[in-house]
C-alpha cells in the first residue's frame, strides 16, 4: 500500500458568484520514499494540494489517507498532533525566530514531542552537523546569510526524522549555485532515512532532484514525469 493515497480531491472556493477549482479531481499515490516535485504556474493548484496533503487545508470533496488514517475526517487537534509527530516543513522565508540561535531554532519542533533540552539540544547538534552548519550553532538568523538560514530551516524540518516533509518553493530565495548545493542536501538526507519528500517549485531545474514531477494545470495533474534511476539510466544504455 502506498504512503498517502489522494482520491478525487477537490478544493472550491466561491468568489462573488464564481466558482475557483483550486484543485478539480486529484487522484495520486505517494510512496514511502518517494521526493516528488509539483510544477506549475501560479494558480495552477499546486500549493493547494501541498496544504492539503499537509493538513493545512480541508478539502470541498475527496479524501487524503495516510495508511489507515483519513487526514481529513480528523479533528483539529487530531491533524496538530498527526503534523507533529509524522511532518516538517521547509519554507521559501526560513520562517526562523530571530532571537533564537540556529540551535535553538531546530530544536523547536522537538518541544511538540516532549523531548527534554539536552536531548533537543543533542539532535539539533546532530542534523546541523549534517548540513554543514556544525561551526555556527550558536548564531542567530541575522548572523547568517541567506543559504545558511535555508540550512538551519532544513534542518529545522529534518529533526526526528519525521516521515514526511513538505517544501514550499525551498530554493525561491537562493542563487543558482546554492539552490543547486540546498537540493543535493534534502535528496541525501531524504535517501539516507528513507523519508517521503514533498515539494512545490516552479523552477524546471530543480524538479532534476525529484523520483516525479507532477505538472499541474487548472486545478488537475496535467501529466506526471518520472526521473530515471542511475540503474535505470545504465539499462537504457546498454539497449
Do not use: C
Not at 489507515?68 to 509527530?85: A, D, G, P, S, Y
Not at 543535493?184 to 516525479?212: C, G, S, Y
Not at 488537475?220 to 539510466?233: F, G, R
Amino acid at each position: 500500500m502506498s504512503l498517502i493515497q489522494v482520491r478525487n480531491l477537490k478544493k472550491y472556493y466561491k468568489v462573488g458568484n464564481n466558482i475557483i477549482k483550486a484543485l478539480d479531481g486529484i487522484d495520486l499515490d505517494i510512496d514511502k520514499g518517494e521526493f516528488i516535485a509539483l510544477l506549475g504556474t501560479s494558480g495552477s493548484g499546486k500549493s493547494t494540494l501541498l496544504n492539503m496533503l499537509a493538513g493545512l487545508e480541508r478539502p470541498t470533496k475527496g479524501s487524503i489517507k495516510y495508511g489507515k488514517i483519513t487526514l481529513n475526517e480528523l479533528k483539529e487537534t487530531e491533524i496538530t498532533k498527526f503534523r507533529n509527530l509524522n511532518i516538517g516543513f521547509v519554507f521559501q522565508s526560513y520562517n526562523l525566530l530571530p532571537y533564537l540561535s540556529a540551535w535553538e531554532n531546530v530544536s523547536l519542533p522537538l518541544t511538540f514531542k516532549g523531548l527534554g533540552k539536552e536531548e533537543r539540544k543533542k539532535e539539533a547538534y546532530k542534523i546541523l552537523n549534517q548540513v554543514g552548519l556544525g561551526n555556527r550553532m550558536n548564531n542567530k538568523p541575522n548572523e547568517l546569510s541567506g543559504g545558511q538560514q535555508q540550512r538551519v530551516s532544513i534542518a529545522r524540518a529534518f529533526v526526528g526524522t519525521p516521515k514526511i516533509v513538505f517544501a514550499d518553493e525551498p530554493t525561491g530565495n537562493l542563487d543558482t549555485k546554492t539552490s543547486f548545493e540546498v537540493m543535493k542536501l534534502i535528496k541525501d538526507i531524504t535517501k539516507k532515512n528513507n523519508q517521503t519528500f514533498i515539494m512545490v517549485t516552479h523552477d524546471d531545474e530543480m524538479t532534476e532532484f525529484a523520483d516525479r514531477t507532477l505538472f499541474m494545470r487548472d486545478g488537475k495533474i496535467e501529466k506526471i514525469h518520472k526521473n530515471l534511476t542511475i540503474d535505470e539510466v545504465l539499462d537504457v544504455n546498454k539497449q
